[in-house]
């Protein structure tokens, strides 16, 4: 099977643009969360998506959101971007058997962020 | 509220030496799953070892091993045998059987010295 995905691998934006990411889990897995990974922080959880509904958010600001397609693929999006934005963002996927916790997380490579 | 701490940012170990990082995690429930992650240098994270609470016996992955102390909420990462390969950031983490949010540490990061 082939891993998670995310698109694209690099971003170089300027302050106030925004961004999407992509993210295409491991075929059959039904959970995805997304992270943003920085040097001092580490991982810092953003939200989590399960059958195109968010069902839990970490303690981001509105600027992040997200959403999932019918086919579990997820995108997020952060508008007006800030220098403090720049990040690893990850993104991992999960079976979630039986619609409930999302079990082992397999990660993607990231999109390194880079805001200007 | 869950919490994952673990208390070495960074470590060394001789290649073909055996080093044990440690992990620390607070919670109320009673059925959980614990997990260690390896992100190495530019590269994607994996998982290395994973533990279900309700499990007395500890898991072992080939060279990887855990020893989990429910009582002490301690779960701690032993690598034997340390390879080059080894040397990456070690991410300890935890999950609720009810949740569907990993809570992770900080990390250590750990060296291999050839």
């Known amino acids: 099977k082939a891993g998670v995905t995310q698109t694209p691998r690099y971003l170089i934006k300027t302050r106030g643009q925004q961004v999407t990411l992509s993210c295409s889990p491991i075929?059959?897995?039904?959970?995805v969360s997304w992270y943003q990974q920085t040097p001092g922080q580490g991982l810092q959880f953003l939200f989590e998506?399960?059958?195109?509904?968010?069902?839990n958010k970490g303690n981001f600001p509105g600027r992040f959101s997200g959403r999932q397609f019918s086919n579990s693929r997820s995108e997020m999006n952060v508008s007006t971007l800030e220098l403090g934005d720049s990040a690893l963002y990850l993104c991992?996927?999960?079976?979630?058997?039986?619609?409930?916790?999302?079990?082992?997380?397999?990660f993607g490579p990231g999109t390194r962020l880079t805001v200007l | 509220a869950q919490t994952v701490t673990q208390s070495q940012p960074e470590m060394s170990v001789q290649e073909a030496e055996t080093v044990t990082l440690s992990c620390t995690y607070d919670?109320?429930?009673?059925?959980?799953?614990l997990f260690w992650y390896k992100q190495p240098p530019s590269r994607q994270m994996i998982l290395v070892i994973r533990?279900?609470?309700?499990?007395?016996q500890n898991a072992t992955e080939n060279r990887f091993s855990v020893n989990f102390q429910k009582a002490a909420k301690s779960f701690s990462l032993k690598i034997s045998d340390s390879q080059l390969g080894d040397t990456a950031m070690y991410f300890c983490a935890f999950e609720t059987d009810t949740g569907n949010q990993f809570y992770f540490g900080t990390g250590t990061s750990l060296t291999v010295i050839p």
């Open positions: 991992a996927s999960s079976l979630a058997p039986q619609g409930g916790y999302t079990d082992t997380q397999y």
């Open positions: 533990q279900e609470a309700y499990k007395q």
């Open positions: 919670t109320s429930e009673n059925n959980y799953y």
């Open positions: 075929s059959g897995h039904r959970s």
């Open positions: 998506y399960f059958s195109e509904t968010q069902r």
